[in-house]
Nanobody, 125 residues
Framework: QVQLVESGGGSVQAGGSLRLSCAAS????????MGWFRQTPGKEREGVATIGSTGNTAYADSVKGRFTISKDNAKNTLYLEMNSLKPEDAAMYYC???????????????????WGQGTQVTVSS
């Protein structure tokens, strides 16, 4: 079965960096679109970054220039490099997967079929 396991979250000061990882199993990782999402209590889950099977990427405006999504197909692992972190980046971060293309907004959470359990990111000012 599909499994997505996030790691790498933690607590950092504003301006710091973190690297999130998502270990995938149970599906052909290289064929899927993968994404990172985040959610804070009381708010809807929002798309942060996504990477397609061909390596094409897209980012939320709020993280452009600071976050980088990447993947290692040989290791079945998705990454999110987060730099210049701000207090408003604090959230639970989720990894998600979708087979096939998305005909619409590629950062829409409802477009993704499989989800991990999340990893918490805390940013102090």
């Amino acid at each position: 079965q599909v499994q997505l396991v996030e790691s790498g979250g933690g607590s950092v000061q504003a301006g710091g960096s973190l690297r999130l990882s998502c270990a995938a199993s149970g599906f052909t990782f290289s064929n899927y679109r993968m994404g990172w999402f985040r959610q804070t209590p009381g708010k809807e889950r929002e798309g942060v970054a996504t990477i397609g099977s061909t390596g094409n990427t897209a980012y939320a405006d709020s993280v452009k220039g600071r976050f980088t999504i990447s993947k290692d197909n040989a290791k079945n692992t998705l990454y999110l490099e987060m730099n210049s972190l701000k207090p408003e980046d604090a959230a639970m971060y989720y990894c998600a997967a979708r087979p096939g293309p998305i005909w619409g907004y590629v950062l829409a959470p409802q477009a993704y079929n499989y989800w991990g359990q999340g990893t918490q990111v805390t940013v102090s000012s």
